[in-house]
């Protein structure tokens, strides 16, 4: 089955200590995001990967860090997670969205629930 | 910037009904907007998409419309029933740019 699996679905930490969020993908996209949906806000994008090693900030990238070894994998890191980066946190990947093929649908994970006190 | 408004307050429809959900849009037009599905607990689900150069686009119960002039596409559910109740989210895509702009999105609720 094609899908997007993040781990944990739900997280409780304490501010400060380093936490990371794993995203894997079985569909062989070359695309992966990371978002964060709050109430009233929106989906608003974190990082993305174009492909292996390719990676770029997106509209809140502050406080987070990814990498991009494996085509599968895009991991989401917090260094020093802050009570403000509770939130609920979605990967998505899609094959790339460039020129003629720049409208791809993107697959999402069922989300990770961070909470940070 | 570029920015994608839905109407945050629910809409509650009676089954059999049409439910029509709004997506407005500022600045010049998306290449494409992009309609999805969100149940709670769950990640957004890809519905449909429709190109700036495309009035309108279907898929069995749903239909999609894009009007630059209004700079709004409409997202109907016809027939709806009480498992079409979720939360629907309008994205714009630009060519070039490698992300969708999300809307808040809208929350339906399907009585029987």
């Known amino acids: 089955e094609a899908q997007v699996t993040q781990n944990p679905r739900y997280l409780i930490t304490v501010t400060g200590k380093k936490l990371t969020v794993t995203c894997s993908q079985n569909m062989n996209h070359e695309y992966m995001s990371w978002y964060r949906q709050d109430p009233g806000l929106g989906l608003r994008q974190i990082y993305y990967?174009?492909?292996?090693?390719?990676?770029d900030k997106g509209d809140v990238p502050e406080g987070y860090k990814v990498s991009r070894k494996e085509k599968r994998n895009f991991p989401l890191i917090l260094e020093s997670p802050s009570p403000n980066q509770t939130s609920l946190y979605f990967c998505a990947s899609s094959l790339t969205p460039r020129g003629a093929r720049s409208h791809q649908p993107q697959h999402f994970g069922d989300g990770t629930r961070l909470s940070i006190l | 910037s570029q920015k994608i408004e839905q109407n945050s307050e629910a809409l509650n429809i009676q089954e059999g009904k049409t439910a029509t959900l709004t997506c407005n849009y500022t600045n010049y037009s998306p290449a494409y907007l992009q309609w999805y599905r969100q149940d709670p607990g769950r990640g957004p689900v890809f519905l449909l998409l429709i190109r700036e150069n495309e009035k309108e686009k279907r898929k069995e119960r749903l239909k999609v419309t894009f009007d630059t002039t209004l700079k709004q596409s409409l997202f109907h559910i016809t027939a709806s029933q009480p498992a079409d109740s979720a939360t629907y989210l309008c994205a714009r895509g630009d060519t070039g740019f490698q992300k969708l702009v999300f809307g808040t999105g809208t929350r339906l609720l399907v009585s029987p």
């Open positions: 990967s174009m492909n292996v090693e390719v990676t």
